[in-house]
């Protein structure tokens, strides 16, 4: 990377500078973008007001002893991109857990919507997916449409899309990878008070931080086995291809292109393209990377094994200030939870039940759809169940999670669990058991 750093007093800062490093962590700041280029007075008093001392890239802004030609943020690119919904820097933000209601709306309410939301999705994703395999181009328009529709249901809900992607058939990896991940970017940016705007920036990038790939072969895509050093190569070479891609667009926002180039970054500097290390990765860039690993981890794949929610979040705790920062990594587990939504897992009674939304104050007691009795026997009818709440005749408390099942190795009746909740019964219930 052809960075010239220059650290400077903050009191010396300048618009037009732009700032690359800070003397603390990016996550510990208003700032979401690791590199940004200063454009206001009110920006130099936030930085004042956070840091001592900074260091500002002499390269792409104004130097105390010179000032050449900006230029764009991102590595890769040198042109600076005019125009697009999401032009300039996005407004900065703090962690702000308390930003969004719990659920503006309850699940009973969304389940509907989001049903139908999701097919809608899926297929737009899997045309995109074609289209950019034939040669037709990227329609920018569609993504943002994508993006905004994704941010409006996690914002009204942030369990319902994720309920609906767990339960859902997987096979098709390449292109459903991008949708999950996008959403459990926005429901990870929602927890962690991302304003709307911006939720929309993360969430299209994420849905195309893998467009690369779409110019690599299937046939090695979808290879069982590893990778020898030359097909790991090209298969990395997906990141500057989808960067070179997305660059076409000249109104793109460049927060989008540093997402798609630094999602495989990892915080130890074991990640490519550049082996940046600790918050030389933008927040963004490491919020992809995180959720991008956590679905390749739980979504069936032509390699790999599948994790159950559970243990892929043992995992990435396994990896904090490793692979994740770790503050990322916490407020990733708390905004998704160990059990997630749609998670498939066995109650203490030996039944077993869907994780039906996400408790982040009782973790082993959330809501779930009793799926099987404690004889292992199917029920016809899926039985709601608030686990936090004591049964309402006895009074007794409600069995608890003991751990996470393999959905594949549980016979879930997908279909039917879906057209139960379109069906007046069980809205009926959810109503009743609110």
């Known amino acids: 990377m052809n960075i010239e750093k220059e650290q400077i007093s903050v009191k010396f800062l300048k618009i037009g500078m732009y700032v690359c490093k800070l003397d603390r962590s990016w996550l510990d700041t208003p700032f979401p973008f690791q590199g940004f280029y200063i454009r206001s007075n009110n920006e130099v008093s936030d930085l004042k007001a956070f840091c001592e001392f900074v260091y500002i890239d002499v390269v792409k802004g104004k130097s105390l002893v010179s000032d050449p030609e900006i230029s764009k943020p991102s590595p890769l690119l040198r042109k600076k991109q005019p125009g697009s919904k999401y032009r300039g820097r996005i407004k900065p933000f703090v962690v702000k857990h308390n930003y969004y209601k719990e659920a ?18 899926n297929g737009a994703i899997e045309e995109t997916s074609f289209n950019l395999r ?10 943002k449409q994508i993006a905004s529709q994704v941010v409006n249901s996690v914002i009204r809900n942030p369990n319902t899309l994720v309920w609906l992607t767990q339960l859902q058939e997987k096979g098709q990896y390449i292109y459903g990878h991008s949708l999950r991940s996008a959403i459990l970017s926005a429901v990870f940016g929602r927890h962690l008070g991302i304003k709307e705007e911006a939720l929309e920036v993360l969430v299209a990038g994420v849905l195309l931080a893998d467009i690369g790939k779409t110019k690599i072969s299937r046939k090695m895509l979808n290879k069982s086995g590893e990778f020898t050093a030359a097909e790991r190569k090209v298969f990395e070479s997906h990141v500057e291809l989808g960067v070179e891609m997305l ?9 989008i292109l540093t997402i798609a180039e630094t999602h495989h970054e990892r915080f130890d500097g074991s990640g490519y393209p550049y082996g940046l290390v600790g918050d030389e990765i933008p927040a963004f860039g490491q919020i992809a990377g995180i959720v991008d690993t956590f679905d390749a981890m739980t979504s069936k794949k032509p390699y790999g094994a599948v994790y159950t929610s559970s243990h892929a979040m043992e995992w990435l ?8 920062s770790s503050k ?25 039940a869907l994780v039906l939304s996400h408790n982040k104050q009782k973790r082993l007691k959330p809501e779930v759809l009793l799926i099987r009795n404690n004889q292992d026997q199917k ?25 996470a099942l393999n959905a594949d190795k549980i016979e879930i009746d997908v279909d039917g669990i879906i057209n139960s909740f379109n069906s007046k019964n069980i809205v009926r219930k959810l109503m009743a058991a609110s």
């Open 104 to 121: 503006l709306k309850p699940i009973k309410s969304e389940f509907k919507p989001a049903h139908n939301l999701l097919a809608d999705l």
């Open 379 to 403: 029920l016809d009818n899926p039985k709601f169940i608030d686990l936090s709440k004591k049964a309402i005749f006895s009074n007794k408390e409600r069995p608890c999670i003991t751990g």
């Open 134 to 143: 034939v040669g037709k181009g990227l329609n920018i328009k569609k993504t």
């Open 247 to 255: 660059a076409k667009d000249r109104a793109l926002d460049h927060n």
């Open 328 to 352: 990322l990594v916490d407020e990733f587990i708390q905004a998704i939870g160990l059990y997630p939504a749609g998670s498939v897992v066995q109650l203490s009674d030996g039944s077993t």
């Open 317 to 324: 705790f396994k990896q904090r200030n490793k692979l994740f």
